[in-house]
């Protein structure tokens, strides 16, 4: 069976779900609270794991209830995680997520051990590299790492995949060691200038990724879908209709999803059309981490 490694953020959220989002100033009540494990690269491991890969995760916790909650959380998904490592500096990560009552959110994030997740500790990763298949990666962790994980992984010989969220600004030359970039059309406006409204700016965005040598490209579009292109083929995958309930991870839940089917042999058109679909499932229910499907559900 492939590896897959993730590296990337864990999260606690505290999640409020109301009948609509506050407006700035303004409080908003009736809602229902509730916490759930999440961060992207958190999310993105159990939506892996979940769906039958071999996954191991890479991250930086605190040394707080927090922390051992997510490592325990981990071990219950059959996650590897003895590369995770525990901060005495810095608290976990924590994301303060309100939701409408039609699945929209809005997220503030307070980084805390995220933030310290470093190369060297990458590094101490080494035995991953020699031995991975996949490598996927967020921005939810300092960018220096992101850029050493993902050169080392492709002079590795791993697949890369790069989630950009949140997106930031990226070396022009870290294009050309990613062979699959998935932003959504919001993070895709962000890294090309373009925004992808119709097929033809939604190519000419994908033309941006792959000049620059990215091999393939898919740009996720929420409840439409999905376009992808590479430098012989371009395609769309319409979105299952759902009722959405909460739409906290989705992304995550595609990533991880086609990170497994890919892993599996699968085509890249039906990579993403599996993908589309766990996706579709995750929005059904409340939560990120206890949103994300199982083979079986999908």
């Not at 961060?39 to 159990?46: L, Y």
Request: negative net charge; hydrophobic residues 45%; proline residues 4%.
């Amino acid at each position: 069976m492939a590896k897959i490694i993730v590296i990337g953020s864990s999260n606690t959220d505290m999640v409020i779900q109301s009948e609509r989002l506050p407006a700035p100033g303004e409080t908003v009540l009736g809602g229902t609270f509730f916490m759930n494990p999440g961060g992207k690269g958190a999310n993105q491991a159990v939506a892996a794991a979940r769906l039958g890969g071999e996954t191991y995760f890479v991250a930086k916790v605190g040394k707080d209830v927090f922390g051992e909650s997510a490592l325990k959380q981990f071990t219950l998904e059959g996650i590897h995680s003895q590369f995770i490592c525990q901060d005495d500096k810095q608290p976990s990560g924590v994301a303060l997520i309100n939701v409408d009552a039609h699945g929209e959110n809005c997220i503030t994030v307070a980084s805390g051990a995220n933030a310290r997740l470093m190369p060297s500790d990458i590094e101490a990763a080494n035995s991953l590299f020699q031995n991975g298949n996949w490598l996927l990666l967020q921005l939810e962790i300092p960018i220096e790492t992101v850029i050493y994980s993902i050169e080392k992984a492709h002079h590795a010989g791993l697949s890369v995949v790069l989630n950009p969220a949140p997106a930031c600004a990226l070396p022009e030359t870290l294009y050309a060691h990613i062979d699959i970039i998935s932003p959504n059309e919001t993070e895709t406006e962000f890294l090309t200038g373009i925004r992808p409204v119709d097929e033809a700016s939604l190519s000419l965005a994908c033309d941006y990724f792959l000049s620059r040598g990215v091999k393939r490209v898919v740009i996720t579009r929420g409840a439409k879908g999905a376009y992808w292109k590479t430098q012989g083929a371009f395609g769309h995958v319409p979105a299952q209709h759902v009722v959405a309930v909460d739409s906290t991870a989705a992304g995550d839940c595609f990533n991880g999803a086609l990170v497994v089917a890919l892993s599996e042999g699968m085509a890249f058109d039906q990579a993403i059309a599996f993908a589309c679909k766990a996706a579709a499932l995750s929005v059904t229910q409340l939560g990120a981490q206890a949103s994300m499907p199982t083979r079986e559900q999908l």
